[in-house]
């Protein structure tokens, strides 16, 4: 097939998809999308093929000199004088050129704090109560012929978790939408994903437990937390990790199986931390995401311990079993487009909700930090 003939027909297949897009299901855009992607390199390829055949088309030499220069001279190549002329850049028209891809950014936006939680769905339900064991009994000693002493019944609660709406909008031109060169709709849902989670990472961490809220790690109504009194430090030294671990679970054992939830400026005080003749404290892991072997998450959502500006009796740091915090999933993420609500001006709108909940489902499921003034020199 000749090569202008098929540019013509890629050009004519761009403008049915930009009109089929117009009214199209988000199933339908997303094949319309991969075709885009592959229509866009062919187009590519199509025209870097036409450039080199103009490029090395024959020079028709005629029996006029004028015009055998002005051809050589469309052509760059100048016979006569080897004499080469600087040109800057600002001075040519050049054709401008749109890259296929998006640069996004370059590290991690969301916490990985989400990934390692207890996650049910629970589609269509509005709220959902959760039990959980405080204590057990014990048995007792009973002389011959005595009634049997002894509890065997263990002490049980529950926590509620009710749902919350998390919404978001988000908006783009129409010209945006139907560009082939960037797939800008594929970059829309992506952000609303990302919104999402980063909320959810909020509220996991800060719920207040109120009226349309999770009742975060760090919320004074945690349920399961209320019998866990907050590890009070001032400041991170070479004996903080150490106490964070003892302090953590029953009086029988010591767990070795939590996760560290932190801001990033405490995670720096515990890699820059020294000992008088240099050595390190602790060895940081940032590839294996650990602190002398215990695992640790990132949160921005984390005050720092360490940050002046942190009041205190504030809630800084959490250890615990992510296991530990149930995630429920009362309905699937639903992302809608219009075209209507603004259709004067060009501009499509998506929106997307979810309705979710969360609280601590184990007793005593996490040990909280809390900082405090640093001590006064006598």
């Known amino acids: 097939m000749n090569l202008a003939q098929r540019m013509k027909e890629i050009e004519a297949r761009f403008a049915e998809i930009r009109k089929v897009s117009e009214t199209a299901s988000l199933e339908e ?6 075709e885009v992607d592959t229509l866009n390199e062919e187009r590519a390829m199509t025209a870097k093929k036409l450039e080199m055949m103009r490029k090395f088309e024959p020079i028709q030499i005629t029996e006029t000199k004028s015009s055998n220069r002005e051809v050589l001279e469309k052509r ?30 370059p590290f991690p936006v969301v916490s990985r704090l989400a990934d390692g939680l207890n996650v ?9 109560r959760k039990p959980y064991v405080k204590d057990y009994g014990i048995a007792g000693l009973t002389t011959e012929g005595q009634t049997y002493q002894g509890t065997s019944e263990p002490v049980v609660d529950y926590v509620d978790i009710n749902r919350a709406k998390i919404t978001v909008l988000t908006e783009i031109t129409e ?8 797939n800008y709709q594929a970059e829309v849902l992506k952000n609303i994903n990302v919104s999402i989670k980063k909320k959810l990472i909020q509220q996991i961490i800060n719920g207040n437990g109120g009226a349309n809220q999770f009742t975060g790690i760090f919320s004074n109504d945690a349920k399961c937390l209320e019998d866990s009194a907050p590890l009070e430090l001032s ?6 990790l150490t106490k964070i671990i003892f302090n953590y679970g029953g009086d029988e054992e ?23 003749d240099g050595r390190k404290v602790y060895e940081v892991d940032t590839t294996l995401h650990t602190i002398d072997n215990v695992p640790y998450i990132i949160s921005s959502q984390c005050p ?58 184990a007793y005593k499921g996490f040990l909280r930090v809390k900082k405090v003034a640093a001590p006064t020199a006598e």
């Open 120 to 128: 049910i769905n629970l589609s269509g339900g509005e709220s959902y």
């Open 304 to 361: 720092a311990l360490t940050d002046s500006g942190t009041a205190a009796d504030t809630l800084c740091l959490a250890y615990g079993s992510l296991n530990n915090y149930e995630l429920a999933i009362f309905s699937g993420l639903d992302i809608q487009k219009s075209t209507e609500n603004r259709f004067k001006e060009g501009i499509i709108v998506y929106r997307a909700s979810l309705f979710a909940g969360g609280n601590v489902t």
């Open 175 to 182: 010209e945006l939408e139907k560009l082939p060169a960037i």
């Open 29 to 34: 855009l997303e094949k319309l999308e991969k």
């Open 76 to 105: 760059g190549l100048d016979l006569k004088e080897k004499r080469t002329i600087t040109v800057s850049t600002e001075e040519i028209l050049l054709p401008a050129h749109v890259s296929t891809t998006l640069s996004p950014i």
């Open 235 to 240: 400041d991170i030294d070479a004996d903080t």
């Open 254 to 276: 010591v767990e070795g199986k939590a996760c560290l939830i932190l801001n990033i400026g405490d995670l720096y005080k515990f890699a820059t931390l020294r000992h008088p």
